[in-house]
Structure formats: C-alpha cells, structure tokens
C-alpha cells in the first residue's frame, strides 16, 4: 500500500483548519503526523498555568449561578458544529493520531453523542427528597457546581475524551482547563476554535474552555493547583500514580481513568464467527492503541486451536497503511517508542515461553523511516507470565488456554488492571456468571461482543490500576458537582435527629 505524500497531508490540515476556523497556526509544539512521521509544523502556544486557572475561576462565579438548562445551550451549539464540522475533525484525528478515517468520525461522533446526552442532563440534574424521622421537616439532597476542572486526556482519544469531560463538566456549572496530550495538539486547536464560537454563539463566558498546550510540567503544575476542583486525567496508570497522590493532598476531586489488560473468555458453545469478528476488532482495530484494546485471550481447549487457526488467518490478510484510504483496518502506531515497546513485549512474551504465531514484524517502512506500522500479533502463551500482565499499548493478543470456567475468571482477574472484559458464550448460566459479584472484576463486563467501543450511554471506567474513575454517561455527571443534603424544619417545633433531647 502506498502511503499519501507529507504535502497532501499538510493541505489537508490546512484545509480543516479553514473549513473549523482556526485562525492561527503559531504555535510552540510540534506537531507531527503518524502516518508519514513528518512534521505538521507548530502548534499550540504554552500557556500560563496560573492565569489560566484564574480567568477559569472568575468563569465560574458566573456561570455557576446560570441556570443549568442555559448551560445546556452551549453544549447543544457545541453538538450542532461538531456536526457540521464532522468530516474535518475527522480527519485531523486520521491525520495527527493515525486512526483509519471510519474510527476518525467515529471519536467525533462520539462527541456528537455526549453533547446530546449532556443537554438533556443539563435538565436533569436532580437530588432526592429523603423521609425525615423528625415530624415538620425536610430531608433533601441538592447538586451543586464545583469549580474549574482540570481534564488531562492522551493521544489515543484525543478528541472524544475532552469532549466527554466537557460536555459534562459544563452543564454541570464547571469551567474546563484542557491539558491535551502533546502528540495531538492540532485536534485540539480545532476543538476549542469551536467550542469559541459555539461560546460566542450563545453568549457564554470565552474562559470556560482553555487549552493549556505543553509537557508534564504543565500537567504538573495543573494537579497541583488548589483553585483546580476536580481533576480528571487519563492515560497510563504511571501517570496516574503521579497525578493522584498530589490531588488526594490537597482533598481535590478526582476521577482516574488508566491502564486496561482487557480480555476475552472464548467459551465452549461460543459463536466463533461472531468472535472472530469481535476480537478482531477489539484487538486489532486503533492498531491496539485504545485503553479498551483486546490484549488477553483466555479461550476454551476445545475451541482454541480453531480459533487461533482462524484469527491468524485474518490477521494475514488485514490491510495495513494509510488510515485515511479506504479499505484500511490497521493504520500506524503513534511513534517509534509505541513500535519498540510492542517488539520488546513480543521478545519478553518469547523469553517468557510464549511463542509468536502470526505477526510483530514492522511494514511499509520503507515508504516512510518515521512512520511505525506493525503487522498485528499473536502470540500463544503458556500461562498468564508477567508480560501478559503489563499493558504493551499496541496489536498485541496473548492467547491462554482453560478447562474450568472458574479457571478462566480467577485468570481473566488475575491482573493488576481493571478496565473492560468480555465473554464470548451462548450459555446464559455462563454470562450471568461473569457479570455476577464473583465474575469479572472490571468496570465494563460484556457479553457476546469485545471489550472495546463502548457507547456514551454507560458510565465508562474501571477499578484497580485503572483507576476507579467514572465518565461519560449513567451518573458519571455527580463526579463534576459537590453534593448538599439539606434539612428544613418548616414546623413551630425544634425537635432533634435520634431523639437527643436540649432543653434550654
Ligand atoms: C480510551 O481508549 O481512552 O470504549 C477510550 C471505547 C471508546 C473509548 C475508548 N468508546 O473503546
């Protein structure tokens, strides 16, 4: 497969560019596409981290006491040039994050989404009323909005993660610092050129979306800022290891969304088609570069030799190359650090007893030294090793086998990450089994399709080294907003909770 020309890929940012209305391309960061490796040129000027946490606040003050149906408008603009702009974006993300062009306005349209839902919450933010024990009271809860809320997101969504934090954190009366990942500043321009005028469009404060372009010291000095109520990161769990000690220290909001080890039990009465398919596309699809990627498979011995046989097959014949081309499953790792990273877990999985059935090697290089394709692999392993329990962010599969269904839950569990799990089964006392309180431990537990490609509607997260964070839809909107439980006594009386008696 031939890959575009570095031109054709600079007109076409620019051309999204216009078509979005980003006015500007100076900048400080580099930016760089993964699909040739070349430079996209300056983007993103450094900011001023205090200045900007401080025109957040003073954002706050007024629109905490906006109503929050008039919030909604801002979103619902927002969703409507999301729309018009979904091709464009769409292609930024191919262009700067190497998605194939189908999963470029797929992460768009999944900002699209989150707008939708964000409206209609934006009308629903509602608390309990609670039975009072004292007679002539009220017992309530009412939601409140918090302040500015930092939200840290990676290159892998660099678009759609924002966005879901934002949709949120705006209806929920929360300005947004946006701390992009430094490999996706150009998506993140053109995300705040419309969030500008979806703000100028309705009349709302300018400060409430900010992007703060830069490396970990400007993430650093965003964690650590005490006027920042809420922080909400994602991306390794290293880096979560970092941000989460400093937000406890201060008592700020946190909400972590981190590493996954995502795996797949393959069970006897499985529909192999229907799996084959399924692990496919959660395996292999983003070039394994989502947290939800497909990265362990525990299947059945009486199924395993077939299935193995069978994805190995359409993993020879998967196109790999230009994500924006038609036809395209398999478009780039990011950067040479992604590829190394996959050939040193394919050396650790050998050292460990594992072998590689299909493969590993690096493609299309010489079309492009600085762009990393990598042929999706598989490697059949004896037991759940170390390296199978450490995340390789890229198309790696491990394949284990089980005879006991309990066997392949306390594998599926044994990890130190927590984040989205699948089982592929038409036995119903088997599903039930793996959503059950001593099934799958992670906070995304499907049946009959892969662990990937969640849809906004569910809260979106997961426990252990992932983090325990929720976000996008469900509840996930109580996490940007303080709660108050309010009592009011509309009675002559003063009668006191547990039946304490004052008299005074
Ligand atoms: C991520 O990789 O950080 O469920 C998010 C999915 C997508 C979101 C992935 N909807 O795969």
Redesign the pocket.
Known sequence: MTLPSHDELISRVDATFAGIGVTSRSGDLPSRTPITGGSLGAGGAVGDVDKTVAAAHEAFLAWRTTPAPVRGNLVRRLGELLREHKDDLGALVSIEAGKIRSEGLGEVQ?MIDICDFAVGLSRQLHGLTIASERPGHRLMETWHPMGPCAVIT?F??PV??WSWNAALALVAGDPVIWKPSDKTPLTAMACNALFQRAAADVGAPAALNQVLYGGADIGAALVAHPDVAIVSA?GSTRMGRAVAPVVAGRFGRLIL?LGGNNAAIIAPTADLDLAVRGIAFSAVGTAGQ???SLRRLIAHRSVRDELVDRLAAAYRSVPIGDPLADGTLVGPLIDAQAFANVASAIDAANQQGGELVVGGDRVLADAASDAYYVAPAIMSMPAQTDIVRTETFGPLLYVMTYDELDEAVSIHNDVPQGL?SSIFTNDIREAERFMAANGSDCGIANVNIGP???EIGGA?GGEKETGGGRESGSDAWKSYMRRATNTVNYSRDLPLAQGVSFDI
Do not use: H, L
């Open positions: 999944e990676a892998n969504f759609a993660v994602t969304e989502r947290c939800t989205a990937s490609g969640a979106f």
